[in-house]
């Protein structure tokens, strides 16, 4: 397919790995921030063929792992109301809250519906007048323009049956976290390229430079992530500890400044909860006090609903790269892909759920050590 | 078989149950083909109904009658829209059933069709539909010898579902079955994959993408009769490809066969639907076919059997995409283009779109 197969061609895939393997003198220990990337690189192998000169390490990047137990419940909790449509991205529907997940909420008649774009929400809400309309707004800054979009069109047309359930992150302060946590095992980054084609990267030189740690900006094709492996790997190898761009296809260094320019009318930072982690100063969007009346929290009265995590569960120490899956006293036990305990384990490019499958195939990868 | 495409509870209570993973009720993730599907029967409808011609869970059964071994399978069609690019659900209802029928080695002769319709749906729509399952019947060799109507109020059904039985009758020698794939055997798929899931998505209402896509839907008699006519026996295992697509096949298959699948990273997938995929990020291994199967056969007339089943339009593209191995038993593994390994496991309910 023109513009996607040629990053994927398995010749100079081959030939990228092969380089990657020559010039590492030592295996390094590379975290990919997106989620988007995790399933590239479990998709295709890539830990696999390169696991003598790099561990990678699946970072917090995945929106659907990262959102707090806390905003799943209200999700859940909102779902259930029967004068409620709630919608979503589709892969939040099996995410577990405390007691069920959006799917089971749909199968005993609550309203939910998968929405590929958070503006069919705003129209789902113009054709049901009857209806509160209630879009789960979550993911890291790809998906705020769009949802801050949502926002301010329902705002401009006066859409007052639409909300949003906001739980959006962003990038930098989950990496200074991890890059402060004493356990730290990240040497450098593939940071994640549609983050970075809003954002641009210039907030990641200041980290780059205190930590000492490479950071490149990359894309989500194969080539995409082993050259981005490769140009860290180099970096590491010469010492330095520069932020490079290799998505240069997508990705400007001041970003997207119009898409920018919506998410900070619409969003205000905020400390924000991650699931498994706990909360992070300074690390999500919220809405600004100009769009109060279209956020879901204040409208259905949800600041009382709290949730406490599995204590069995150490996703937080999995996303931060302190704990393989395996070695989590629940993996494969009582945490598996059909019953999981926590997010990691939901998804197929979940961390813990792609070693779960993975060491099914490979012996020498333990399961349920100690279930 | 047992078909479980539940496409509506008609619960209405709204409450969260507890514990989380059994929601109490039905999902529809216990439609999709996948873990949940599997774990619907063997939990309620296998410790019921088990019997020895059920046990195998089949595409059909193989039950004597007098003697004779026949084939019986059923199948229940809903689908929205009701027509489609490249069909309607009266085309589904008959390949759907006639190649259940198939899959069993049998050549299929009588269908029977029962209709649950819905107030209000229009005699234009109903008339396209039965006209295509009159023609499809037609050109499948296969005659509809009983029916039923009923019709329930608007609201109650999605325009019309149709349950479809199909009888066949077997030759000898000639007995394929999931639990017959042996190392090495050849794994062979029949054409290009992925075609009516993302014809249906792309028909579907409130998706605003469009995408040149019919779907497959087709008779695979004449595929069958083709592969037993030039290489008999030497045919293992028939699966055709629907829902939860082929990967949910082939793992069906591994775990009947206590036995692997490698398959290579070369998969036959139309450029339009592998764009349509990337869009909505879904999986063409895990999108449904309806004129597509994959057939395991002893690697010495792999040859013979991709010429057969090549020599027919609906084959014409038939591939091998992989090999049955003794290793990672109940597994399907795909090779990929960097030499890496990626468990293709069965879903546990139906595809959800990534958001990222």
């Keep these: ?371 | 078989m047992i078909t479980t495409s539940l496409r509506r509870s008609a619960l209405q209570q709204v409450a969260c149950p507890t514990p989380a993973p059994d929601s109490g009720c039905v999902q529809l993730g216990h439609g999709s083909g996948g873990k949940m599907s599997a774990r619907l029967l063997r939990e309620r409808f296998l410790p019921r109904f088990g019997n020895k011609y059920l046990d195998g869970l089949g595409d059909g059964a193989r039950v004597p009658v007098e003697g004779v071994e026949v084939v019986v399978s059923t199948d229940t069609f809903v689908v929205s829209p009701l027509e489609f690019p490249g069909g309607n659900i009266g085309h589904l209802a008959v390949h759907g059933t006639v190649n259940d029928v198939a899959m069993m080695g049998a050549v299929p002769k009588y269908l029977s069709a029962g209709f649950v319709l819905e107030e209000g749906l229009g005699f234009d729509v109903l008339d396209r539909i039965l006209d295509a399952m009159a023609e499809a019947s037609a050109a499948c060799g296969v005659e509809i010898v009983t029916g039923d109507t009923k019709v329930v109020d608007r609201g109650k059904a999605d325009g019309l579902f149709v349950n479809t039985t199909g009888v066949g009758f077997l030759s000898d020698g000639f007995r394929p079955a999931p639990d017959l794939a042996r190392p090495g055997d050849s794994v062979l798929v029949t054409g290009p994959l992925g075609r009516h899931g993302m014809a249906i998505m792309a028909a579907r209402e409130g998706l605003a993408f469009e995408a040149d896509i019919e779907s497959d839907t087709a008779s695979l008699v004449p595929l069958v009769e083709a592969l037993r006519v030039a290489v008999g026996a030497g045919v293992h295992c028939l699966r055709d490809a629907t829902r939860g697509g082929v990967a949910s096949a082939l793992n069906e298959i591994a775990q009947a066969s206590g036995v692997g699948v490698a398959l290579s990273g070369d998969l036959p997938v139309p450029t339009a639907v592998e764009a349509a995929c990337e869009m909505l990020g879904l999986d063409p291994l895990y999108v449904a076919n309806e004129g597509v199967m994959v057939a395991l056969v002893s690697p010495e007339v792999e040859a013979d059997a991709l010429a057969a089943l090549r020599a027919h339009p609906v084959g014409a593209s038939a591939t091998r995409i992989g090999h049955v191995v003794a290793e990672h038993q109940g597994m399907v593994v795909l090779r990929t283009g960097l030499g890496g390994t990626r468990v293709v496991d069965m879903l546990p309910g139906d595809q959800l779109p990534r958001i990222c």
């Design chain 1, 1 to 371: 397919m023109k513009y996607l197969s040629e990053y994927r061609d398995p010749a100079m895939a081959r030939g990228l790995v092969q380089r990657i393997l020559d010039t590492a003198t030592k295996r390094w220990t590379l975290m990919e921030v997106c989620g988007g990337q995790t399933h590239t690189i479990v998709k295709q192998g890539i830990n696999e063929v390169l696991s003598n000169a790099v561990e990678m390490i699946h970072g917090p990047g995945c929106p659907v792992c990262v959102t707090p137990l806390v905003q799943i419940d209200r999700a859940l909790h909102l779902a259930a109301r029967p004068d409620v449509i709630f919608t979503s991205f589709g892969d939040m529907l099996r995410v577990p809250g405390s007691e069920c997940d959006l799917l089971q909420v749909k199968a005993r008649g609550g309203n939910v519906r998968i929405v590929y774009s958070p503006l069919d929400a705003v129209e789902i809400a113009r054709r049901n007048p009857d209806k509160e309309v209630v879009f789960f707004a979550v993911g890291f800054e790809t998906t705020a323009p769009a949802n801050a979009m949502a926002v301010w069109r329902a705002s401009e047309l006066g859409v007052e049956n639409f909300s949003v359930l906001v739980s959006h992150v962003t990038v930098p302060p989950a990496m200074v976290a991890i890059l402060e946590d004493p356990g730290n095992r990240v040497q450098g980054f593939l940071a994640a390229g549609h983050v970075c084609t809003v954002m641009g990267w210039d907030e990641y030189e200041p980290l780059a430079a205190k930590y000492q740690v490479p950071i490149v900006v990359t894309g989500f094709e194969p080539l995409d992530i082993l050259e981005g492996i490769w140009m860290a790997v180099r970096q590491l190898e010469d010492g330095r500890h520069e932020v490079e761009n290799q998505y240069v296809r997508s990705v400007r260094r001041e970003g997207n400044r119009p898409a920018q320019d919506l998410v900070s009318r619409v969003f205000q930072v905020v400390d924000r909860g991650w699931r498994g982690i706990g909360t992070i100063p300074g690390s999500g969007l919220g809405l600004r006090s100009e769009f109060a009346s279209f956020d879901a929290e204040r409208k259905f009265g949800l600041e009382g609903i709290s949730a406490e995590e599995s204590a069995d569960c150490h996703a937080g120490d999995v996303l931060k790269g302190r704990l393989k899956p395996f070695e989590c006293p629940a993996f494969g036990g009582r945490c598996t892909p059909e019953s999981p305990l926590g997010a990691p384990m939901v998804s197929t490019e979940g961390a813990c759920a792609a070693y779960y499958n993975f060491s099914r195939v490979q012996a020498d990868v333990p399961v349920g050590v100690a279930s």
